[in-house]
């Protein structure tokens, strides 16, 4: 089973049993007063479709002749109207890690490599989640007040999103005006269609993840000075590392804190309360009325929610009970958060607050529908139930249509365990670049992060791959075949037919042929690499994506090194051609990886498209016609200078002292 999370009991009733998990109306009243609810699914555009575009084949196929990636690429997703894609935004409780920042790197990607893809202008957007009790009482703890603490902490992540080069078009903050309006107006528009009511409601409230708990993912246990708790049985983290990664104000690091910020200890202890016993007036979303709607809708989409083992997840939830929401707290109670309109005595549900922000930015309520609902979501496992249960039914209930698509991401942990303050574990994405690099550190987290399943990290694994993939084979490869020993005029050289003929005009007997079938298979499997690429991306599956351009690159090593060029003696004609051949084959295999790889490694792909005197304009993957020649084509690289820097591509990382030691040690 795994580590439960400690609750520890409500204040005021120290010692006290712990009252009967009791609900109140969880399901929504009679419906007198209730206007017939059209749960609205506008017609859908016939926007690109959500499937992977279809493949030419497995890279190891018999060969089959070259076609024009551009028709294939245009025909798989684009170019059809922009979308709006999305990372969570964060808790201003804490400075961001690298949880966050492989959240925010898969949107990243996604976005980036549809604009390489020649879709129209996308958004990404990005920000921090700055309301409620859990940023009240880290503020708290901090001794400041909420909005300087959220000021200081949406800084930080900006900042770290920014070095990490995530292209983000929008950084959105909940605490700003125009998303209290959407908030309020979302709300109203709730209202007005007789989606809310008022009810009373008890439960056990759960402040790490701001929402109700049932009975049944908790459990009862003792805290650490012998008092009857809750624990839960679902999440795992411990919950002072949940709701805030300092732990306690003694550890906010200093740019956050400041030098001269009142410690509170008093404050801390009553932070100590993270599930509490909680009965209230207040407005209730009639969930349960959604129930079918979300069903017919994950039905109708069955790829909305990727991957598979996550739709299937919440058809799941679907099938059990869905209770109506509580969708607003007592103002008395958490007063960090945007008020009720008509009802200042109700502060809004801090997670209807934060899921609105993705109509924010695209300016709800006046000029959305330019965007929605062409929004695809990309979230962690944790927040999957907002995502695809609560959000696409409170965007029913206020007219709108569902998100476009949702895709899902499990968690990084580090040696095995959770990412949590009290095991000295965090991993903080700055220090990281330092050590390895922006783009390395960017590859590793694609490169190894599988959507479906928990990824364990640790230091040496980063230097091990990104120096494997990187630096000896990418960078090793560009070195290799652009050496002024083989190529002394450092021009992109010429392909000649004789020597590498086209296999369907091959019939084995041509004189001058060089090429062996493990030439040809090489060809064939970096042209149908770009559309194995992009169905990869289109599917969610970016390591994926990477898994097969490190493959390619693996076999134009082999092509590389089978053929010799080195031992090649460009002073004989014939030698001469077949040594040109080969360099010239290298550096378009090059070019398409470097080509690939920009949604991923911009900065390392940028160097490496320079060297190989690859334009601006000839970076895109609609342009991405590999090997030109071996169809009779003119390839307009042949005879161009290569690019002025000659220095090397990436260079290999040292293993850190400490996994040096760490090793010893095993
Ligand atoms: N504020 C909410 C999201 C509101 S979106 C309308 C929230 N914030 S969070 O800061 O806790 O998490 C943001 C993202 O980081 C989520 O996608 C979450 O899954 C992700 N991660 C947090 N810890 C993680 C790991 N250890 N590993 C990978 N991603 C993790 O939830």
Redesign the pocket.
């Known amino acids: 089973m795994s580590p439960v999370r400690l609750a520890l009991l409500a204040p005021g009733r120290p010692g006290s049993p712990p009252p009967p998990a009791r609900r109140t109306r969880q399901h929504s009243p009679p419906r007198s007063h209730w206007p017939p609810l059209a749960y609205p699914c506008p017609p859908r555009l016939p926007r690109r479709p959500l499937c992977a575009p279809r493949l030419y084949g497995p890279a190891a196929m018999p060969l089959r002749p070259l076609r024009s990636l551009a028709r294939g690429l245009r025909g798989a997703a684009g170019p059809g109207p922009g979308v709006l894609l999305s990372t969570?935004?964060?808790?201003a409780n804490a400075p961001p890690?690298i949880?966050?920042l492989?959240?925010a790197l898969l949107a990243d990607a996604l976005h980036r490599h549809r604009r390489l893809r020649g879709a129209a202008p996308g958004r990404l957007s990005t920000g921090t989640?700055e309301h409620g009790l859990k940023i009240q009482q880290a503020a708290v703890a901090a001794g400041v007040s909420p909005p300087q603490l959220c000021a200081q902490v949406s800084g930080l992540f900006r900042q770290a999103l920014t070095q990490a080069a995530v292209s983000f078009t929008d950084f959105i903050r909940t605490s700003e005006p125009r998303h209290q309006r959407a908030v309020q107006h979302f709300w109203a528009a709730l209202q007005d269609r007789g989606a809310l009511y008022k009810g009373s409601y008890e439960g056990w409230y759960c402040t790490p993840e701001e929402c109700f708990l049932p009975e049944s993912q908790l459990a009862d246990s003792r805290d650490t000075q012998g008092r009857m708790c809750k624990v839960s049985l679902e999440t795992g983290h411990q919950p002072r590392d949940s709701w805030c990664m300092w732990g306690c104000s003694d550890s906010l690091p200093d740019e956050v804190l400041g030098t001269d910020w009142p410690r509170n200890s008093s404050a801390e202890k009553a932070l100590e309360v993270l599930v509490h016993w909680t009965k209230e007036e207040n407005y209730m979303f009639r969930l349960s009325e959604f129930q079918e709607p979300l069903q017919k809708w994950l039905q109708d989409n069955p790829r909305v929610i990727s991957p598979v083992p996550f739709y299937q997840q919440v058809l799941h939830w679907l099938e059990e009970d869905l209770p109506d929401l509580s969708v607003s707290r007592e103002r008395s109670r958490l007063q960090w958060g945007i008020p009720v309109p008509s009802d200042p005595t109700q502060t809004i549900y801090v997670w209807v607050d934060?899921?609105v922000?993705y109509l924010s930015v695209v300016g709800y309520p006046e000029t959305h529908s330019e965007w929605w609902p062409a929004a695809h979501h990309v979230?962690?496992?944790?927040?999957l139930k907002?995502h695809a249960v609560y959000w696409p039914a409170l965007l029913m209930a206020a007219g709108l249509a569902p998100p476009e698509r949702i895709c899902v991401?499990s968690?990084?942990?580090v040696h095995g365990q959770?990412?949590s303050k009290s095991l000295g574990n965090v991993i903080d994405p700055v220090s990281c670049f330092g050590k390895y690099t922006v783009d390395g550190f960017r590859y590793f987290l694609l490169r190894q992060g599988v959507p479906e399943r928990d990824c364990d990290y640790y230091d040496e694994k980063v230097v091990k791959l990104v120096n494997s993939e990187l630096a000896d084979a990418l960078g090793g490869l560009l070195n290799r075949s652009t050496a002024l020993s083989i190529n002394p005029s450092n021009t992109y050289p010429c392909f000649s037919e004789s020597c590498f003929p086209k296999i369907s005009d091959y019939d084995g007997t041509q004189a001058l042929s060089r090429a062996s079938s493990e030439d040809y298979e090489l060809v064939a499997s970096v042209a149908s690499l770009p559309l194995q690429v992009a169905s990869h991306f289109e599917g969610f599956q970016i390591y994926k994506a990477l898994e097969c351009i490190a493959l390619c690159v693996r076999e134009t090593n082999g092509f590389f090194q089978r053929h010799k060029p080195w031992k090649l003696d460009r002073k004989d004609p014939a030698e001469k051609l077949w040594l040109d051949t080969i360099i010239h084959i290298t550096l378009e295999c090059l070019r398409v990886y470097g080509t690939l790889l920009q949604p991923v490694i911009p900065n390392i792909a940028d160097k490496l498209l320079s060297r190989l005197s690859v334009e601006p304009e000839e970076r895109s993957l609609l342009n991405l016609t590999f090997l030109p020649r071996y169809n009779g084509k003119p390839c307009p690289f042949e005879g161009r200078q290569l690019g002025p820097d000659t220095g090397i591509l990436f260079h290999r990382l040292e293993k850190s002292r400490q996994s040096q030691m760490e090793n010893k040690r095993l």
Not at 88 to 91: E, N, R, S
Request: no cysteine; net charge neutral.
């Open positions: 969570p935004i964060f808790y890690h949880g966050h492989y959240s989640d934060a899921l922000n979230v962690g496992k944790d927040i907002f991401h968690h990084w942990t959770k990412m």
